[in-house]
């Protein structure tokens, strides 16, 4: 989405400061324990087009139970870095315009936990690793298969890293199955075995907001007996995918455990610590040139159920590693869900809404190449069609 | 990515030498309830199992039988253990090194035999075990799920064989009875009374070869210094708190939640003072 350029400036000063600032800068490092992701882009709070056509804006993400004098210190931080990026451009209005603290809870990852069942699935396989004898991986765990890959010649499905590689905690070889034992007492049919994912890069202590990790995904090479989820795949990496998302997308993916859902994909360039079970990792935001291809917020599109005007969740735990693609032109790929967080309204600290994370196809397919010593060039993404 | 493993023993069991191995042997006692996991995290044992550490490193040389750490606990050399009234078993490489934190002190004893032949004046109620690892991928309790967490390169393992809500005299005398099933050669033991204090969490004293640092704005954490001077994150302080007081603590939380208070201060927050060292500790012999 267009973003004004002083907002992308003042995010970057911001993340920097309170991620990655050093002890003496004490203003910055007293709002780290209530600060926990910075982004650029809009919060609607309805589908209209009034609202969906705002200005982008620079989002903080600050606990729900942070006190007011906390809260008016991250406004004056935020507002002081504004008035420093204006300057002397009359013409920019207040810095009041340009930034909104938004309540909500910390990112979590979307992939099932154990002992939670999804409510149902109307689309999107399930999808995890078979390791019984490795004690350091959860016995049982669930994700979607998001998106079938092809490099060299070969089939590979596409997932997140904490669904089927768990950093490499899974090893290379490690086979991929469908559904999985938490569905299925038989752990259901081996699909491939995993064969690559995008490192995460574990942080230093204390917690500096770096290293940036930028992609949470993994592969796994298709058996050549399975090729079921794929029947009539098409490809969504033609035209180029979005590289940065414009506007505020509408958006749409099909998860296991929510199925087809839709949403705005308003928000970009995440400065964000998620929690995964085998630790905290930073994923930051590109800088410079770049910015605006960073993670990816996405709030569900509102619904009317029975005359009430809802939002549903775009995402749910089960989800991790489904495919997000735009509903617009050629309906380009723009990321796998990875996470979630949960916002409040800022005065009665009643629960509002969800917003779901990103990992963005442009960073993933960056990252894949890398990893598996190719062009980028040669990695193909592909959907199934939409089951609705 | 290479790193440092903490596994911290607390409560009731029984350690003795197998070769280059540490064999914890965790008593069946009614009323206690044996975890093992990350903190805050961990997850009941099965029952009878045999749980062995895997991928740190198997260097070490130092056990419980080492006279420096054997003076931190209940040293039984005439003592043999059996294989009876055995919730769990954990095989544990020896260790790089053995810290004894949370210790009583009480002169004459802590605790003695009921023959008043050995006296123990001093209790570690919390024994950490310090190995190394290269690969945090590799490390594992086979037997029991558990996902390390490296915060900073460094992963803690708590395995937990004591009672979560107080226990009173009938429950100590049921446990020096079980003792007595586990060793061969018991002679039973008796604890000073008034029980002696046990040095809070907040103020452990000396942890050996770790330090503690105070983090702006965050709180304290236990740290080793590198060859270059650096500070490396070992673990939180409390990490140390026993289990019992530890239930309680996140209680508080439920209480602090409901009445809308803010949670931040949980592990700042007073505690009343009902508390004492309870005979779960770790016991050596052969």
Known sequence: ?388 | MPGSLYVFLHGLGVACDRGPYIQIVLPRVPGHCYRAGGWLSETLIAGDRILALKGATTDGKVSFSDPSIADFMISLPDSSVTDRARAATIILPRAQTIIPALVARHDPHVARTKDGSREFPKLATVQILVYTYTDENEVSLDGHYWEPAAIGGAITLHIISTSETPEGQAHEDMTDDIMGEVLRGYPGLVYFSPRPQVPPWLDPGDLGPLHISDQPGLGQYAVSTDSAGNEQLAFPLAELEHPTSRALRLSHLAHLEQSDRPIDSLWQDPDFLSERIANCVISGTH
């Open chain 1, 1 to 388: 989405m267009p973003i004004p350029a002083l907002v992308t400036r003042a995010r970057e000063i911001i993340a920097e400061r309170i991620f990655r600032g050093g002890e003496q800068d004490t203003q910055a490092q007293a709002l780290r324990p209530r600060v926990h992701a910075v982004a650029a882009g809009i919060l609607p709070a309805d589908d209209s087009e009034q609202e969906l056509t705002r200005s982008a804006k620079v989002l903080l993400f600050v606990d729900p139970g942070a006190a007011q004098c906390e809260l008016s210190a991250i406004h004056d931080f935020v507002f002081n870095v504004l008035t420093q990026v204006i300057g002397a451009d009359t013409t920019a209005g207040s810095p009041a315009d340009y930034f909104q603290l938004v309540h909500a809870s910390r990112f979590k990852v979307s992939s099932g936990a154990a002992g939670v069942s999804p409510p149902y699935f109307r689309a999107g396989e399930a999808v995890t690793y078979f390791a019984p004898f490795r004690f350091n991986l959860p016995p049982v765990t669930l994700g979607t298969l998001g998106a079938r890959m092809t490099a060299g010649g070969d089939d590979y499905i596409l997932s997140c890293n904490h669904v089927l590689a768990h950093n490499g905690r899974a090893p290379r070889g490690t086979p991929v199955i469908t559904p999985g034992p938490m569905e299925d007492a038989t752990y259901g049919p081996v699909i491939g075995e995993l064969a690559q994912w995008v490192p995460l890069a574990a942080p230093p202590w204390p917690l500096r907001g770096t290293p940036d990790n930028l992609a949470d995904c993994a592969v796994a090479l298709v058996d050549p007996g399975y090729d079921a989820a794929f029947e009539g795949a098409f490809n969504i990496c033609a035209p180029p995918l979005y590289d940065p998302l414009p506007d505020c997308t509408p958006v749409a993916k099909v998860g296991h455990a929510t199925g087809t859902t839709y949403g705005w994909a308003s928000m970009v360039d995440f400065d964000v610590y998620i929690d995964f079970t085998f630790g905290p990792y930073f994923f930051g935001a590109p800088t410079g040139a770049t910015a605006g291809t960073g993670m990816i917020g996405v709030i569900g599109r509102r619904e009317c159920i029975d005359g009430v005007f809802v939002r549903p969740p775009f995402a749910a735990p089960g989800d991790s590693g489904a495919l997000v693609w735009s509903e617009r032109d050629d309906q380009p790929g723009i990321g796998l869900v990875m996470a979630r967080s949960y916002t409040f309204d800022e005065i009665t600290n009643r629960f509002t809404g969800y917003i779901a994370l990103v990992s963005p196809l442009t960073a993933i397919q960056a990252g894949l190449a890398d990893a598996m010593h190719r062009p980028a060039s040669d990695l193909a993404f592909y959907r199934a069609p939409s089951p609705c």
